[in-house]
């Protein structure tokens, strides 16, 4: 079958858009994992210019006062909003972070980690723009489709201005949260809008109906998005810990960490039972296509779980930080791809045993 030149197109822009977001996951890590959150104190410029200085000399000698001056003014609007909103916690969080009115040194080196991190992102909101004109096709053929690069682009220019926020509010916890939390649905939504793009050219191998297992797949897949969640608070929390230390001494941060962490760890052990569990259901089911996603979540569950267990005991080694949180986003994007192909194929197969039902 040939396959006409506008799918091909959008399912190439669709994967490399997918690829591109799971690279700034991983850039965000190093961010996170190098301290270089605040490498950049203003958005979306940074210390004021396009191209950021490479020695303290190129600023102000009060740069420290101006920009801290800029983010509390920032939240203080923020505040006031999201009061109006009914959000009093979360405003008043906002100041009530420690963090909040000290602005860090210049360093070169974290300047420009962050800048590239920048960079990067301002990539994918070109390629998620270029999904939506590539599915513009797909306005008469199938609208789902359509609707889901143009509600990606979206939520990417909702996802920048979160990220301005983070910046604002000096990486207030919550901010973090809800950044990475809204990542995940665009990567969702993308895994979909490609797959449905090419439901009329390709054809799912047909397997015996399992409605049973759907809400199995769906289950493991929230409980690592859960899961992905409490990683970013024990993040957050190893964040603080390492301020209070004054990043020094390392080792002792674990011991010091609470019980968010011990939850977290050992959460992974029920989500590792439960993954096996469907793993196995969906090798039993005659699709090559569904074992080799089963192989391969628990193959990215095995290296969650040793990256894992290498922060834990060697120190929160700051190579691993960035690994284990990729993985982790990675290991949801196949699960819901996962979910995906299996509803693909269960419908496949009712309609080629009861051919007036319409998939």
Not at 52 to 77: F, W
Not at 255 to 272: D, P, T, Y
Not at 297 to 323: R, S
Request: glycine share 6%; net charge positive.
């Amino acid at each position: 079958m040939i396959v006409p030149a506008f799918v091909r197109r959008f399912r190439l822009i669709g994967i490399v858009t997918v690829v591109a977001v799971y690279v700034l996951i991983l850039v965000g890590g190093i961010v996170r994992s190098t301290g270089s959150g605040m490498g950049c104190p203003d958005w979306p410029k940074c210390f004021g210019t396009w191209v950021p200085p490479t020695e303290a000399s190129q600023l102000p000698a009060n740069y420290k006062e101006i920009y801290t001056a800029q983010r509390v003014a920032k939240n203080q609007k923020l505040a006031k909003t999201l009061q109006r909103l009914g959000f009093k916690q979360v405003a008043s969080d906002i100041f009530a972070h420690p963090t909040q009115y000290i602005e860090t040194d210049f360093n070169v080196t974290k300047t420009w980690i962050e800048y590239v991190n920048r960079l990067v992102g301002a990539l994918i909101g070109l390629f998620v723009f270029l999904t939506v004109v590539f599915a513009l096709p797909y306005w008469r053929r199938d609208r789902p489709v359509f609707w889901l690069a143009f509600w990606s682009f979206l939520l990417t220019g909702v996802q920048g201005y979160l990220g301005s926020l983070v910046v604002s509010t000096n990486l207030l916890p919550v901010m973090v949260t809800i950044h990475m939390g809204l990542a995940l649905v665009i990567v969702a939504m993308l895994i979909y809008a490609v797959i449905r793009s090419q439901r009329e050219t390709t054809h799912p191998e047909a397997v015996p109906t399992t409605p049973g297992l759907t809400p199995w797949l769906w289950l493991i897949t929230l409980l690592t998005f859960v899961q992905i969640v409490l990683g970013t608070q024990v993040r957050e929390e190893v964040d603080m810990v390492a301020f209070a230390a004054n990043y020094l001494n390392r080792a002792a941060w674990i011991e010091q960490l609470g019980n968010i962490f011990k939850f977290h760890r050992s959460f992974s052990a029920l989500l590792l039972l439960l993954n096996a569990y469907v793993a196995y259901q969906l090798y039993k089911l005659p699709s090559g296509q569904l074992r080799r996603m089963a192989l391969a979540n628990m193959g990215l569950i095995g290296l969650e779980i040793l990256a894992g267990v290498t922060l834990a005991y060697f120190a929160l080694p700051a190579l691993v930080q960035p690994i284990h949180l990729t993985l982790a986003t990675v290991l949801f994007g196949t699960q819901f791809l996962t979910i995906v192909l299996h509803s693909r194929a269960t419908k496949f197969e009712r309609q080629a045993a009861y051919p007036g039902v319409v998939a």
